[in-house]
Every structure is written in C-alpha cells, then in structure tokens.
C-alpha cells in the first residue's frame, strides 16, 4: 500500500525558514522522481519543485533560489528547505511524483504552511 506522508509545516514570520518532510512507503524510492505541490486556499494546486531520480532539480520560478529539494533514498524521504518565506508561500505542500512522470501516487494528508507578514 503506497503512502505518502508529510510533516514539518507550521507557522512562521516573513523571512523565515522551515523544512518539509515527505516519507514514502509502499514503494521502491529511488526508481521514483518526485515533487513537491501546493494548494493556498480557492486555487489550484501547483507544481513547487522536482527532483529526478539522479538528483537533478527544477523549481517554480517563484520560489527559485529561496526553496530546495532533496531526496534520502535511504529512508525514502523527499524534503524541501524552504527559506526567505513570504506571506504568499502560504499554503498546504504535498508530495508526490511530477507530472510528467504518469499517474499520481495517493496523496497525502499535506502539511500545512503558513506564513505570517
């Protein structure tokens, strides 16, 4: 059974910093590129970043240079580090595989990320 499961959102002032966690189960890991999503509230949810199997990243433009992620193919966890938060960061982050990569795992519960101006 797949699971995706999030922690380490919370609320934090403009200019701060948090650390998403996203642990998989259910699945062989490091087969898998993944990404991290957002959905604020009364939009659609949007691609953040993504990581490829090898290690190479892409991001939203904005949150380029500000957000980071990273992958532990050990204990099949994703992170994004996230820094220089801004209000409009604000949101619920998920986990899952890109878009481009076909069908999507379930999804998780989310994290929820607010960020206070």
């Known amino acids: 059974q797949v699971q995706l499961v999030e922690s380490g959102g919370g609320l934090v002032q403009s200019g701060g910093s948090l650390r998403l966690s996203c642990a998989a189960s259910?699945?062989?890991?490091?087969?898998?590129?993944m990404a991290w999503y957002r959905q604020a509230p009364g939009e659609q949810r949007e691609l953040v970043a993504h990581?490829?199997?090898?290690?190479?990243?892409n991001y939203a433009d904005s949150v380029k240079g500000r957000f980071t992620i990273s992958r532990d193919n050990a204990n099949n966890t994703v992170y994004l580090q996230m820094s220089s938060l801004k209000p409009e960061d604000t949101a619920v982050y998920y986990c899952n595989t890109p878009p481009t990569w076909g069908p999507s795992l379930a999804w998780g519960q989310g994290t929820q990320v607010t960020v206070s101006s």
């Open positions: 259910g699945i062989f890991f490091s087969i898998y590129a």
């Open positions: 990581i490829s199997t090898g290690g190479s990243t």
